[in-house]
């Protein structure tokens, strides 16, 4: 592996040295941690199969471990992408992103501690009443535990963003300026932001709003705990719960496809510019991200009604205008660009067309009277398995390829091209076998499932063995290429 | 950035003057019969007194601060805890029914505005934003925890005072999301201090690193 080291040290705008070894090592620990969860989520299938016996209060724990582990590398990796790419047009203090790591792995070690010490099972949902009453599977101290965990998990994200924020501020004077609003409304902006700029704005103003209702209810929560006669209306736990919940998980999506708009300009030879549709499309996310949530609560008949409507309406409408402009500028942009294809352009491009495909089946869910059928059954995951695991995952993959590409053409040889197809036949298989589960009215979230559903229990079983097999490859490759680079 | 004298006359002016109009009978009267009256108009008047006054001191202070108040840690931490304190249902409770207390309270609430005053400016955007983040939040707590209490937390208020005083609670934190988004958002560009800038800005000139 010549030179490899040459590439993955780029200067930045600043020629500031933005904290690169810390976004190696979390793209590092977050590929290794995506590994073990998804043996676990392996083992999860397999346990639904009836192919692994695993008492419910074990799956149960598990389920929460996979899906807190999951937002949080989900997270983490979004994060490293943006603030790499952010440090090439702003001048950030690398010392926050070692804090926000530090609060972050004391969080996540805090997480792991409730769950497999405290035997904490409340799903990372943590929706109130559950983790007050566990009937006796868990002690108050571990749920107490799991949320402290959850808190400065969001501290570290809250620090992450003041400071990306702070440093924007100080290039481009104020958040409007780098959302493109004098763009947007007037058709011209002097020193107009570049997609990386426009997008973590966007991601600053709605995940900071998502993180302080976020910090709320999680205090609310853990007060509720010990102080029980303190009740919690249930419905507004679970508005600001699912407010919190959707607004981060959709961040990390919104954060690693910066990837895309930094690196594929690199292989096109055409720059990605900001232009007005660019602009309204991620303006008009910022706002719709904070006002969707609703869509999480259509089966409770107490939320509403106008409340539910905008929740189905702009679902519709949701999911439209950055995948829209993102998938079809990427497209114009690939046309006879004669892009030459290799590990990191395969991976983007397939992050593009996962998380476009990925969205379908959530707005499909999101139709009030689909979700009368397929509320709570594995058609959820489904959507989510696929936008997160072919859209998000694959878009850090790829940016973990471009770190650590060679100076010279490599194009897609053997180990790299069989991992990535592993990858995505494997990831596309866990998705489409949970989407089938919830075209069968297969319930989410249980256990043990009865023989008439092992079928796609095990098929699911099958991909994610070979999705596994994919991840290994694609991470194996990463950390060699860096401990060469290391060596070098 | 030097202020006029005339500017620093004005708020000091200001700052004395909204505490003397706390103190006259008839409005301590009016403002401690009800718990909203009390804690979400006495109190943070107190507080913004002592944040005119401080502001208004600011430049007298400015060598004491330089090395008392790094980055306004000190300043932050005194004014914690004089809102931890006061936060407390019962503390409220007893500045009705003792003197010493309503005392403290007069002091000790225009100290920490001004404590506050002479902080932010000195501070890293990092370390603002994340106080403000949270005072936010536990804004939302309090609107809750006050709104959910089972019982009557103080001796001289009426239940129905603190389901009053939680919405208003809620309307605080909801105004000063908003006031502090509008900033970020639209707010003229300014010079922040970074750690780096700021404490070389601070060792060069006394009086320089302000935002
Ligand atoms: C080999 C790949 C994977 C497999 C086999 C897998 C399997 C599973 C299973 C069996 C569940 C529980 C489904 C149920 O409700 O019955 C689940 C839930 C979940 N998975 Fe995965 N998963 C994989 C990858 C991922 C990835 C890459 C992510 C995100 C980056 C992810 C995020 C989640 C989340 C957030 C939940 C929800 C947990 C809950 O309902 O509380 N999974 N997964
Ligand atoms: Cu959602």
């Not at chain 1, 869509?295 to 409507?309: K, R």
Request: proline share 5%.
């Amino acid at each position: 592996m010549a030179n490899v080291s040459a590439l993955v040290d780029r200067s930045t705008a600043v020629g500031a040295k933005p904290a690169l070894t810390a976004v190696k090592l979390s793209m590092g620990l977050g590929g290794l941690a995506l590994v073990l969860l998804m043996l676990l989520g392996l083992c999860m299938r397999l346990a639904q199969g009836g192919l692994l016996s695993m008492e419910p209060e074990l799956f149960y724990e598990i389920m929460t471990a996979h899906g807190a582990g999951m937002v949080g590398i989900a997270a983490l990796t979004g994060a490293g992408i943006m603030w790499f790419f952010l440090a090439r047009h702003v001048q950030l203090t690398a010392a926050v992103y070692w804090l926000m790591l530090c609060c972050f792995l004391l969080g996540v070690a805090l997480v792991l501690g409730a769950i497999f010490v405290g035997r904490f099972a409340g799903a990372w949902t943590f929706l109130y009443p559950l983790p007050a009453h566990s009937g006796g599977v868990w002690e108050t101290g571990a749920a107490a535990v799991f949320l402290a965990g959850l808190l400065s998990i969001g501290t570290a994200f809250l620090l992450f963003y003041l400071e990306t924020g702070r440093a924007i501020i100080a290039r481009y004077g104020n958040l409007s300026q780098a959302l493109a609003w004098p763009l947007l409304l007037r058709g011209s902006q002097d020193d107009a932001p570049p997609p990386a700029v426009v997008a973590s704005a966007a991601v600053i103003v709605f995940n900071g709003i998502g993180i302080v209702v976020g910090a709320a209810v999680l205090a609310i929560s853990l007060i509720n705990l010990y102080a029980p006669s303190f009740t919690i209306d249930p419905l507004l736990a679970k508005n600001m719960i699912y407010f919190f919940g959707h607004v981060f998980i959709n961040a990390t999506i919104y954060m690693a496809v910066i990837a895309v708009y930094e690196i594929i300009p690199e292989y096109t030879g055409r720059p990605w510019k900001t232009s007005r549709t660019f602009a309204a499309a991620w303006s008009a996310i910022m706002l719709m991200v904070l006002a969707v949530y609703p869509h999480h609560l259509l089966q409770d008949t107490v939320m509403p009604g106008w409340a539910l409507a905008i929740g189905q309406v702009v679902s519709y409408a949701a999911g439209l205008p950055v995948i829209v402009v993102t998938a079809f500028s990427l497209l114009v942009y690939l046309t006879r660009s004669g892009m030459r294809w290799d590990l990191a352009s395969a991976l983007l491009v397939t992050g593009v067309f996962g998380w476009t495909a990925g969205v379908m089946p959530a707005i499909v869910d999101a139709v009030i009277v689909v979700n009368r059928v397929m509320h709570n059954t594995l058609w959820v995951p489904g959507h989510f398995h696929f936008y997160l695991l072919i859209g998000e995952m694959a878009m850090a993959f790829g940016f973990m390829a471009w770190l650590t590409r060679a100076d010279v053409p490599e194009g897609l040889p053997g180990a790299s091209y069989w991992g990535f197809l592993a990858y995505l036949i494997g990831g596309t298989g866990v998705a489409v076998t949970f989407l089938i589960g919830g075209a069968m009215s297969v319930p989410r979230r249980w256990a043990v499932h009865v023989p008439e559903w092992f079928m796609q229990d095990r098929a699911a079983a099958f991909f994610a063995l070979i999705s596994i097999i994919g991840t290994i490859v694609l991470l194996g490759r990463y950390l060699a290429r860096l401990a060469a680079a290391a060596k070098a | 950035m030097k202020k006029s004298g005339a500017t620093a006359g004005f708020q000091a002016a200001a700052g004395a003057g909204v505490i003397v109009a706390l103190m006259l009978p008839f409005s301590r009267g009016r403002l401690e019969a009800t718990l909203v009256g009390h804690v979400l108009v006495q109190m943070p008047l107190l507080v913004l007194a002592g944040w005119l006054l401080g502001s208004a001191l600011a430049e007298k202070l400015e060598r004491v601060m330089e090395q008392w108040n790094r980055f306004g840690v000190a300043g932050f931490t005194f004014a914690i805890f004089v809102m931890l304190f006061w936060m407390v249902p019962r503390s409220v409770d007893t500045a009705i029914a003792h003197t010493g207390y309503e005392i403290f309270k007069f002091a000790g609430l225009p100290c920490a505005g001004a404590a506050l005053a002479l902080s932010f400016p000195r501070t890293i955007p990092l370390l603002a934003g994340a106080l403000k983040a949270h005072f936010v939040s536990m804004l939302a707590v309090l609107a809750w925890l006050y709104t959910a209490a089972p019982v009557r937390l103080c001796n001289s208020y009426l239940a129905s005072d603190q389901k009053m005083l939680g919405a208003g609670t809620a309307l605080f934190a909801c105004a000063f999301a908003i006031y502090w988004a509008l900033g970020p958002l639209f707010g003229l560009p300014k010079p922040q201090p970074t750690i780096a800038s700021g404490a070389a800005a601070a060792r060069e000139a006394p009086g320089g690193a302000r935002i």
